[in-house]
């Protein structure tokens, strides 16, 4: 099972960034996915998600209309699309799989957003 993140990096208060999760291992299409995010010195928090498998979506309020989750069945792929982006953001972002009580995490992408 691997769950690979890309697509962070630095950018400028204002901006935008589409972070992208590969995942290989398992059946995809079965598991709701999300997206989390940790701060230094700070806990992760769920930042997006699907309540179930492509299913409906639910985001925290911080990031509610900045963000939109997404994803391609076809290519094993789940997207974070990241627009307005503030310096709060400013975090290490993770893409986690789960089905039932069953979770899969990736290694996470960093995100920056600074001038």
């Known amino acids: 099972v691997q769950l690979v993140e890309s697509g962070g990096g630095l950018v400028q208060p204002g901006g935008s960034l589409r972070l992208s999760c590969a995942a290989s291992?398992?059946?995809?299409?079965?598991?709701?996915m999300s997206w989390s995010r940790q701060a230094p010195g700070k806990e992760r928090e769920l930042v997006a998600a699907?309540?179930?498998?492509?299913?409906?979506?639910d985001y925290a309020p911080s990031v509610q209309d900045r963000f939109t989750i997404s994803r391609d069945n076809a290519k094993n792929m789940v997207y974070l699309q990241m627009n307005s982006l503030k310096p709060e953001d400013t975090a290490v972002y993770y893409c986690?799989?789960?089905?039932?009580?069953?979770?899969?995490w990736g290694q996470g992408t960093q995100v920056t957003v600074s001038i």
């Open positions: 699907e309540l179930s498998a492509g299913g409906r979506t």
């Open positions: 291992g398992f059946t995809f299409s079965n598991y709701a």
């Open positions: 986690r799989a789960r089905f039932y009580d069953l979770a899969y």
